[in-house]
């Protein structure tokens, strides 16, 4: 029987990834340091090989090779995990909820987002519309993030 990496795992070495700190990943993921290792523990043991070195406390946290291409591939996971919850939604039939991110360059903003955001509140109130004022470079790097 094969085992499988749960998207929790993956979770929390994302978030690991992200933070590069065991304390403040584990307080994002709202689980105790020792649960949040012991995840990725099992998660390296399941994968079968180390994905992340650390020297000392006082050295910062660095991802192996395997370790980067697995938080790749995890971040693909988790918003296909992501994509299967708005696909539930959908057959709900209302399409118009959840989560949407919107990025604006501040040249546009002022012009753009008042009537826009007025708009989609009105016609779609279960829609929670997060926005960004941002430069280009700024936006474009966060949409890297995301894919």
């Known amino acids: 029987m094969n085992k499988w990496p749960s998207l929790k795992q993956l979770h929390y070495l994302v978030t690991l990834h992200e933070t590069r700190h065991f304390s403040e990943a584990a307080e994002r993921c709202f689980v105790s340091q020792s649960t949040l290792s012991k995840g990725i523990q099992n998660l390296e043991e399941l994968i079968g090989c180390p994905l992340y070195e650390k020297k000392d406390k006082k050295s910062p946290l660095v991802f192996t090779q395997a370790g980067e291409m697995v938080v790749s591939q995890g971040r693909e996971l988790l918003a296909k995990g992501q994509d299967l919850i708005e696909l539930g939604n959908l057959c709900q039939g209302d399409v118009m909820q959840g989560q949407l991110k919107l990025g604006c360059i501040p040249t546009i903003a002022p012009f ?35 894919n």
Do not use: F, G
């Open 112 to 146: 753009l987002l008042c009537d826009l955001v007025q708009e989609i509140n009105a016609r779609y109130p279960q829609l929670n519309l997060l926005l960004r004022e941002d430069t280009t470079a700024n936006l474009l790097a966060a949409l890297r993030m995301v």
